[in-house]
């Protein structure tokens, strides 16, 4: 039997053949005439590179690292009907060797290793990864990437899909850590699926492209259709959040390096990028995303803080009943207002846990709109932000029919001017919190009701509705998935001069300094309460550049994806 030599034998007869090793011992040699030869470290160096261990490692090195290194398939899968042959053979082989080499080949360690040999000399280690097409769709302006990928016979893709009923798009919505998807690390959420191993799946079933995805086995390639990317760094962003409180580094005692904590306010959208640590994560602020991360209260440790907080206004029970009766209007405009509105939700925010709301992408859905919340003090203008923009498209933008307990009158239609009701049967409504909110007048109840917000959902309207912010409770679910924005009036000299030269301007319209002061004053304390529920701010200061630009932002919340509570798309 040959003797195979090891590496360190002296009889070894390795050569060293690489470029960059023959470069550095030349170069050993320049050194080592200067320094007189007498560097011991040179000498060491010198033969360590020469060792044979060294070359040999550098082969296997190059062995494993040449593309065109022969194949690791194994020369033959057979070995064990080999040995079977080779025995009968040797039976008739009487010689002392021959015996003792039956012995040895009959040995049942022997014949095991052999059949492990073509056990594994038959597997197929490095999967066929099927080519990838040269030929792309000239006509397909759209950047495409193709993802190959090997998935495991019972692993799942580790992503789940998203399929846009009316562009029957199907995109990837989420990726799970560590699934097949995740560690190939070249599908995104929000790409675009356009073929899964040739098929395509524009327009196919949710459950057939499901089917596909988990049915594929080994080798997948997938034709991808990238996500946009909201900015560079969305790869190291482990979550979204939308802080629910204000925080400054400066005033926490408990934070460990002032100097690196991150101050955000109420309602800022921030991206967490590290939550090794349980009690301080690191966030940047979406609007900044370049800056540096920061330390910020984890959510458990928010969580705590917030627990007593609520555990000492709890004692001061009276404030809080202060509270939730308060007010958006100023003492004239609220005698002008017809209704006395209340709303069937009163808890104050100091109910809730204020820590982080987790946001994920949500896409649009063709048919079916997120409601519009126009949020603001009284005065402001929203009704005539509503009507206008009613007006500028009426097949579009609704507003819910008001459920009234007062009899019809005389041209009025029920389900068109009202919803017409008993006092009872709305009194009960009321109970079971179906109205976002209610008010009395002459002793009839007025009042918009949630099933209404649905059926203009339902029907594929963009609802338009200004409530008071206690109904945002009522309102922000998964299954209404309202966008708030809060109109806020512009500064003294800009209100004066827009509502000055409105159509409709009269002494009984306009306001004194004194009532703008507090309209002003309304609209931020309005935005410092409810900042964590606000999507958007605008200043409705000329009245048609307002318009437009409420125009224009639902636009895009009806065409582009955005980031809303996780929660709602559970
Ligand atoms: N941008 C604007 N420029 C000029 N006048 C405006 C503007 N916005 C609103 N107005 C006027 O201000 C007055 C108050 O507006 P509006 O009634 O729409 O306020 P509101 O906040 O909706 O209050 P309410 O809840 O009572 O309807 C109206 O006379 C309206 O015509």
Known sequence: MPVMA??????????????????????????????????????????????TDFISLLK??????????????????????????????????????????LCL???PHFKALLQAHDTIGQKEFLPELPEVPHEVDEDDESAIKLVRLVKGQNEPLGATIHLNEETGIVRISRVLRG????????????????????????????????????????????KLVPAVADDEEDSEVKMRVRAQFTYNPTNDQSMPCKEAGLAFSKGDVLLVVSMTDPTWWQAKLQRDPKMRAGLIPSRELQEKRSAVLKASSWQNNNTKEAKSQRSWFSPRLNKKSKKNRKCSQTEDDSELSLTYEELSLYHP?????????????????????????????????????PHTSRPRKGSEVNGEDFIFISKSEMETEIENKKFLEYGEFKGQYYGTNIDQVQVLIDQGSACLLCPQPQALKVLRNGEIKPYTILVKPPDLDEFRETRCSAENANDETLLTDEEVHDLIAAANQMEAL????????????????????????????ENEPQWIPAQWLT
């Open 6 to 51: 090891s590496p360190t034998s002296p009889t070894s007869t390795l050569t060293l053949t690489d470029p960059g090793v023959s470069r550095v011992l030349s170069s050993l040699d320049q050194l080592s005439s200067k320094a007189g030869g007498n560097s011991l470290d040179l000498v060491f160096l010198k033969d360590l590179l020469e060792s």
């Open 105 to 107: 080949l009959l040995r």
């Open 365 to 401: 859905q063709g048919d079916r709109f997120r409601p519009i919340i126009l949020l603001g003090p009284l005065g402001v203008g929203r009704s005539t932000l509503k009507r206008l923009l009613i007006e500028s498209n009426p097949g579009h933008f609704k507003s819910p029919i």
């Open 60 to 101: 296997v090195h190059e062995k494993v690292t040449t593309p065109e290194s022969p194949s690791l398939d194994a020369r033959f899968v057979d070995a064990s009907d080999l040995l079977t042959e080779v025995c009968d053979e040797l039976q008739d082989v009487y010689t002392e060797d021959g015996q003792e080499l």
């Open 179 to 222: 699934g097949a998807a995740d560690r190939c690390g070249m599908i995104q959420v929000g790409d675009e699926v356009q073929e899964v191993n040739g098929t395509g799946v524009s327009g196919m079933q949710a459950d057939h492209v499901i089917k596909l995805l988990s049915n594929a086995v080994g080798p997948i390639v997938l």
């Open 530 to 557: 409810y900042a964590h529920y606000v999507d958007h701010v605008i200043t409705n200061g000329d009245l048609q550049r307002t318009v437009n630009e409420l125009g224009e932002i639902i636009h895009c919340l």
